[in-house]
């Protein structure tokens, strides 16, 4: 049968097949609204007919700078609906790159939660492409500087809630979201239709998140991050009841989300995951329809994995992804086998990022491109491939030697893999560091040192030494009250590691600087601590 | 990224990710041979590059004629692998359907297990597009009157284990399956590569059957029904293990090779299950591996999914498909919410044909097209739609009819739909009595009769009525030594239907006739018991 594999029509099939199933939302004042994709649906058909009206043409990109909210997944299939692009701008961004972005993607529409807009009247000057601002849950009598702007409200109110939704190649684009770009500038990566239906139906495949319709899932992850992991249209293709927190992420509103509505999958980043673990720990709240914590964004700290399932048995599936595979790549832990390991065996299973999602391949090659063994050892970097990689960046040929003349995507990271095809990472390859004509994995060192009882957060990098060329230096956050001595940590590390990788400096430190994303700022780490 | 949705890709998946997973499969002699996805894979490429020696080309038709083998496992890639289309023909069917199909399909080559050669030496002279017959599974001093013939062994020997697989159009055909033709002739549901694959993807949903790399599937049902609903792609897809049981399907059988292998999903249809579920009973084999028995083909009787359930703790997932859907098109059973029910409840969901499958969508309309409400009383003729439905059959227009003009495919199965949106079928359209104006659901009055205890199998038939127009009359099969009175079961009827739907007319009888793939043959009954 001809059947496109467009957002169009997993947004009709949940209209008519989950129409009933709920999507509940928080607003920037912490009220909660609850609709149904039935009734999305409409208003979806109300925002695509507004946008048409704008002027919004096939190809055009449509900013959207806000949180995990309900007009924000209306967003997500309007937009991609009317044969348009959605660009997700991370709210995290410093004002020059979100500048450069806006101006790159040349967005003409720009969406803004009214959260955001002081941040957004602050570039504002700069955005010569932006046609128009649409500020989304703002009170009556708000005011902005910003020119010319409507409200989300009244764009779409006097707007039919029908549409004959206009024929898509499914190979058109959809969807644009800018990496953080540790090197250079931002690049794009251009999602098709195509690529985010199967990446929606293979989130739902029972080895990786298993999404089923008797879900109902807490998005912590961003709306602005790969799509929220891709979760919105997984949950509309299978008629998964969704959770939208808005910018309320405290682990207190959180935990009290989980109890409230039931919530059995919660997506997010392990930072996220820290702080919900002493909220739990508090024994406040019901947490048992939780069937899996999916960490994913950062490596999950083998530590925080064991807390979450030995202390309140919460299972952990542990994903690793990146923007540029829509994100996912891989899936530890929770597989049937493993229940019978050995408890120890098993979390260092689930420490590990896992294995291949069904469609995605992986490889692992030396620094001349051949391929290296599966022997759990050996690591070299880590190329992937897939129905749901990108092929290009977007407006950006700078990007192209991050793929291989075969087709494989350069990721970027050293990873090993073992026999059995469980991938681990153990580094990103530029925070690999080289000493004495050795290498020595900060991710490693990191991990361990984040196993201490007393550590909340360790980071390490590589500095610059006369003798041994690169000498891994630690930056160590300890947690509220506590003491403890380098040489303690030293001995702890020389129990897994040997003694050459040993940092011979800790500097112990308030927070470790994070990048938008929330990951660690090594390239600033490295600036700062060079000496 | 380019990355076409072919049988290729997942073979070659399956080689690089899965290489070392296991595939098991008993020969005609009843003896296990275990290989892996990796030394399938270089078989595969001999296979195939034998094919293409002996001039098979794209969109030729080579036809197969055998039991769930592994010989049969490589010919499911090694076919579409070289832009040919793998034409599984039903073991059971009768000459003149047989003969037909294969004229019809106009296969070039024929694969047939040692156990068929008899059958096809019978039809053979009337195979006139039939160049050659490549004989599996034969013992060395083997002769047939098959003309040329050659074994599989010494057809693929001298073969090179690598191939560079040409590059496929993702909607080029892939395989062709034959209808029963309950009315007319057999007709051929052709599937796509992106049909086969998208189908794949969708079985390991977890919404649906949910194969995991960690699963270990006995295939049942057989290789020449749907493909044996998509589990071959789907297994090399996620890596799982096969099990492929060849002619070997009784019930002993079924229950050691369980036990042996650690299955821990079994696919058959119900008839099948009530022989494994005798077995079973006497208690001598280890079960406990087993998460998911999938009922497909036939309505899995409520009392049978009881029995295991409740009896012998085995989770019967209930599936409900056609050839025309490839076959998955909807799946009851084993969802979260339901474990919390009552049991009663719960077992009359599981006893519903369920939830439309990730992609597929469902309405019933009444005769003029209209369509109608999911209340769960209302029904009419079922039509579905997805990615994994076929447009059109093998050269044949008469099939046409079966088409909407919005895309719908006509399943002519009457249904109705309950407000969660799971689907139960009521009847096969042409099944429905009609008695005195009102209509009679031949299949509720078997399912009621199938939960008696002493009832072992029942039909329900139409017969011509003067002045009724029309009365059901049923055929019962008892359970072995039972004995029961026409008054008795008629009571039992009564305490679920009118007066009106209870049969005046039973007979009592050893077998009820089946069709080739299994289903009461009830075009042979009405025309038995027509007086």
Known sequence: MEYPLTLTQILKRAKRMSGGVGLIGKDSQGKIHSTSYAKSYKRICQLANALQKLGIRPGDRVGTFAWNSLEHFELYFAVPGIGAILHTLNIRLFPDQLTYIVQHAEDRILFVDVDGVPLVEKIAQNLSTVEKYIIMGAPAHFK?????????????????????????????????????????????????????????????????????????????????????????????????????????????????????????????????????????????????????????????????????????????????????????????????????????????????????????EMRIVDESGVELEWDGEVYGELQVRGPWVISSYFKDTSGEVQFTPDGWFKTGDAASIDPTGSMMIVDRKKDLIKSGGEWISSIALENALMCHEKVQEAAVIGVPDKKWSERPVALVVLKKGAEVSVTELQLELLKLFEKFWIPEVFHFIAEIPKTSVGKFDKKRLRKDYAD
């Open 144 to 360: 902005t500087s910003l020119t010319p702007y409507q409200h989300y409200e009244e764009l779409i109110a006097s707007e039919s809630s029908e549409l004959d939704w206009p024929a898509l190649d499914e190979r058109q684009a959809a969807g644009l979201c800018y990496t953080s770009g540790t090197t250079g500038n931002p690049k794009g990566a251009l999602y098709s239709h195509r690529s985010q239906f199967l990446h929606a139906l293979g989130i739902s495949a029972a080895e990786t998140l298993g999404i089923r319709s008797t879900d109902t899932i807490l998005v912590l992850v961003p709306m602005f991050h790969a799509n929220a992991w891709g979760i919105p249209y997984a949950a509309a293709l299978v008629g998964a009841r969704l959770v939208l927190p808005g910018r309320h992420l405290k682990p207190a509103d959180s935990a009290q989300m989980i109890q409230d509505f039931g919530v059995t999958i919660a997506a997010g980043v392990p930072t996220l995951w820290m702080g919900l673990l002493e909220e739990l720990k508090k024994g406040k709240y019901k947490t048992d329809s939780l069937r899996a914590l999916v960490a994913g964004g950062a490596a999950m700290p083998r530590a925080l994995i064991q807390s979450f399932e030995t202390e309140l048995k919460i299972p952990v599936l542990h994903a690793w992804g990146m923007t540029e595979l829509s994100p996912l790549g891989t899936c530890s832990g929770l597989l049937d086998t493993d229940r019978e390991l050995e408890a120890e065996v098993r979390l260092s299973r689930k420490a590990r990022q896992g294995s291949a999602a069904p469609c995605m």
